[in-house]
């Protein structure tokens, strides 16, 4: 026995339909349930090879596209009037690398290109 739970059930889009079985505990169901697939079985990993460099500043990050496809999304606060790069993430081309660090010092300012990546 089924029991719809707030709209009544509709064919083709719309708002979805809530469906409780009566008398089936919910833990029940979530332990029968088959092992989930990868997400690498779904869809195909994220590239930037298509697209063209760019630098995008917003309030708190500037989004950067690099030449060699790298992705650098650079966080930035507001310390004493001036904007403080905090936080880095370079993301590879493919997807496959992802590198975060912190700048230096409490932070670096903002420039017209990528923060580099601290050696050492």
């Known amino acids: 026995r089924r029991e719809y739970h707030g709209y009544p059930p ?3 889009g719309g708002v979805r339909n809530h469906v409780a079985e009566v008398g089936v505990n919910q833990r029940d169901i979530y332990q ?17 090879l298509r697209l063209r460099p ?32 905090t936080d880095v993430m370079r993301i590879s ?16 300012k903002v420039t017209k290109s990528a923060t580099p990546i601290p050696e050492g």
């Open 93 to 108: 081309g493919d997807g496959q690398r992802i590198v975060v660090y912190h700048p230096g010092g409490g932070g670096c």
């Open 10 to 12: 509709q064919t083709g």
């Open 32 to 48: 029968t349930t088959p092992p989930s697939r990868k997400i690498e079985d779904v869809v195909k990993p994220l590239n930037s």
């Open 54 to 85: 760019t630098r995008q500043k917003t309030k708190n990050a500037v989004a950067n596209i690099l030449a060699n496809g790298e992705v650098c999304l650079e966080f930035v606060k507001t310390k004493h009037g001036a904007e403080k790069v």
